[in-house]
């Protein structure tokens, strides 16, 4: 699993022009990093503020396909604010960059939530240790 962490950190740091985006709206500092295990019915995983994501990479340790989710929100309960649903294929992985979120990343003004599901267009959790996540993603600018 560690191995599987490490290719997904050295792939997204070998992505130098993520790093110096400057997406809009301006965002403060530099690029950050989440990375999620197990996640599962009750555990999903969430930035509580908004911002722009830059690149997404999952890996689906189950034997059947899953879906990765983004939502603007703080909660995936709402499936409204669903922007993203990506499917993953049993035992493999999937990177989502800038061809698919844009050059300047995809933008989530009311907070970034992330999580793992068995449904492509709702939340229903897969089981714990489904999957393995890595986000790159910046919050943004506030005067």
Not at 49 to 57: A, D, E, P, Q
Not at 61 to 89: C, E, G, H, M, W
Not at 105 to 113: A, D, L, N, Q
Request: hydrophobic share 45%.
């Amino acid at each position: 699993m560690k191995a599987k962490i490490l290719a997904l950190i050295a792939f997204a740091l070998m992505i130098p022009a993520l790093a110096h985006a400057e997406p809009y709206p301006r965002l403060t500092g530099e690029l950050s990093y989440a990375t999620t295990e197990s996640l599962g019915t009750a555990v999903t995983d969430n930035i509580a503020s908004s911002g722009n994501v830059y690149h997404l990479s999952c890996y689906n340790n189950n034997a059947a396909a899953r879906f990765i989710q983004l939502y603007n929100s703080t909660d995936v309960n709402d499936a409204t604010k669903l922007r993203l649903s990506v499917l993953v294929p049993a035992t493999n992985m999937v990177m989502i960059g800038p061809n698919e979120l844009g050059g300047t990343g995809m933008y989530f003004p009311s907070g970034i939530t992330w999580g793992f599901s068995t449904a492509a267009n709702s939340f229903t959790g897969g089981a714990a240790a489904d999957a393995t996540v890595f986000v790159s993603y910046n919050k943004r600018y506030t005067p």
